[in-house]
Structure formats: C-alpha cells, structure tokens
C-alpha cells in the first residue's frame, strides 16, 4: 500500500501535538521485524500518532525504514528527526452496532425481537441537605416501562393518547 499524504497545514498541527508524546515502539538491532511492524499497527489503531525510536545509527538504513513502515501500514510520514520518527494515520471509523434482544421461546414458537428494555439495576445519588454530609445513594430495579427522572424518582410510561382532532383525516 503506497503511504498517505498530507497536508503541510496538517503536518504542522501534528508536530505541535507530538511535542508531548514519548516513543511506544523501539526498533533494535534486528530491524524491522513482523512483531515490531504489528506492534506498530496497534499503536497506529489506538493512538494515531506516535513516535518510534530507531536505535541504528545509519541515517540511510532509518529513512529506509521509515518508508517501509509508511507504506506497509499505510500511515503518513510526518516527521524524521535523527533517531526519532513520527507517524500518523486516521483512525478507522467506528462500525456501526447494532443490539437486537431475542425473548427466550417456548416450544413451537419462533423467536420475537424484544420491545424496549428490560429491567436494570440503578443507582440513584440525590444530595444531602446538609452540604457537609455525603450524597444518598439507592439502588433501584427499574422496569421496562418506568424510567428515571432528573429528580431520582421514578415515573412509569403512559400510554400514548390518540388525538381527538381531525380524525375524519385519517381514514384517507
């Protein structure tokens, strides 16, 4: 995979913002490894940024490395200084998750997705009066169809009322 580009506006900020980070990865006398390379691809995934430490002290040999690693893993060189390198790649977007809760099915029934949630374990913290004394906690169960509100208590869910207006509209 050939290696990302940047912008030099883009480069700029990124060195501003690796000024207070530290090497997560040092590459020793073997060189560049397969450890060393997924070593690098999780940092990459976590963080970014990050420096590398090269230990050689052939600056040919480093700037060859950090090629390779640049295009390996697809990430953008952004800075060689000496035995320090610094590389950057976006962060991959998040996949989106999606939860669908199955109820428990008896015999000769298909499974039914779950309408809203199901009982949960809160704990309610409500401030004491007396500023100088701990909060109150409570553990509550709350149900499916109650929910918390701002004040900590608990309300139960109404059934929604059908309007009474316009309603020879609707059979259209």
């Known amino acids: 995979m050939p290696a990302l580009s940047i912008t030099p506006a883009k480069r700029a900020t990124l060195r501003a913002q690796a000024h207070a980070l530290k090497p997560v990865v040092m590459i020793g006398a073997d060189g560049l490894t ?46 060689h200084i000496g035995k320090l390198l610094l590389i950057w790649r976006a962060k991959p977007a998040p996949q989106a998750y999606q939860a669908t809760l199955v109820r428990p099915t008896h015999q000769g029934q298909a499974a039914k997705p779950a309408k809203g949630r199901g009982s949960r374990l809160v704990t309610i913290v409500k401030p004491n009066p007396n500023p100088s004394r701990r909060p ?15 004040g900590g208590s608990i309300k139960k869910a109404k059934t929604r009322q059908a309007s009474t207006k316009r309603q020879y509209q609707s059979d259209k």
């Open 34 to 79: 397969e450890a060393v390379l997924a070593e690098i691809e999780i940092h990459l995934s976590v963080h970014e940024l990050i420096k590398i430490r090269v230990l050689g002290d052939d600056r040919d040999a480093r700037a060859a490395t950090y090629q390779q690693i640049c295009e390996q893993l697809n990430a953008a060189p952004v800075q």
């Open 136 to 150: 109150q906690t409570k553990s509550v169960l709350v149900r499916g169809n109650e929910r918390v509100t701002a």
